[in-house]
């Protein structure tokens, strides 16, 4: 787990409105269209990559990683006396959450999901407790059907991979990283994966924000601890 300074946000640039331009404009207002390409093309390639590798991970040794994750989440709810939570509806392998988050309902905390209102605009969280009505979104995600709004003090984010600098490949939407720039206050961004999930750099553009704090539990062969 790795995140020194609760108050610290690193961008790739500084990410003021950014939510406001389209990530492809705001690229090649700082990095040339050459750069940006084979960027793109590279990350293509890592996600087919890092989706077999997860795709790859036996019940047993993703149910044991699982239970990494949750108990170090566990610990930053409490150090951070956070009761408004956002997390996600797993999809592609994603590390599954779901009877965790419907331990902190029960508990009396709030939990929400991601709403997509509109393309290419920073995610809403709605209220979910187990039992809800969810409908499928503009990307086929579950969502509440009928969100009641929630302001979360840490969002949980799925990680595709991830750097040493926290920096985070996900499914190539852009939708987190337009999200953080927009929240304000800033919840603490927790990214959440298995230990195939570690790579050397995403080569970070511009709209790329870092986590705050990344938990990546190890699978079989992987780099222990989280």
């Not at 890592?46 to 993703?62: F, K, N, P, T, V």
């Not at 988050?101 to 290419?120: E, K, N, Q, R, T």
């Not at 969502?143 to 969002?155: D, G, H, I, N, T």
Request: charged share 30%; proline share 8%; hydrophobic share 40%.
């Amino acid at each position: 787990m790795t995140g020194d300074d609760p108050d610290f946000r690193e961008y790739a640039s500084p990410a003021c409105l950014a939510h406001e331009l389209d990530a492809a404009y705001r690229d090649a207002e700082l990095v040339d269209a050459d750069t940006r390409r084979d960027v793109m093309r590279w990350r293509k390639a890592e996600r087919q990559r890092l989706y077999r590798e997860r795709a790859s991970i036996s019940d047993g040794e993703r149910e044991r990683a699982q239970r990494q994750i949750t108990a170090a989440l566990d610990g930053l709810l409490a150090e951070h006396e956070c009761t408004r939570v956002a997390a996600y509806w797993p999809i592609r392998g994603e590390p599954d959450l779901r009877p965790w988050m419907a331990d902190l309902a029960g508990s009396g905390l709030d939990v929400a999901l991601p709403v997509v209102a509109a393309m290419d605009q920073p995610l809403g969280f709605g209220r979910w407790r187990p039992g809800d009505r969810l409908a499928r979104g503009r990307w086929g995600i579950a969502e509440p059907a009928e969100p009641e709004w929630v302001e979360p003090q840490l969002l949980i984010v799925p990680l595709l991979g991830v750097d040493g600098h926290r920096f985070r490949l996900g499914n190539g939407g852009g939708c987190f990283d337009r999200t953080l720039a927009a929240l304000r206050p800033r919840p603490l961004a927790v990214g959440v994966g298995f230990g195939c999930a570690r790579i050397e750099t995403i080569y970070p553009l511009p709209h790329d924000i870092a986590m705050d704090v990344v938990v990546v539990a190890s699978t079989g062969d992987d780099d222990p601890g989280t």
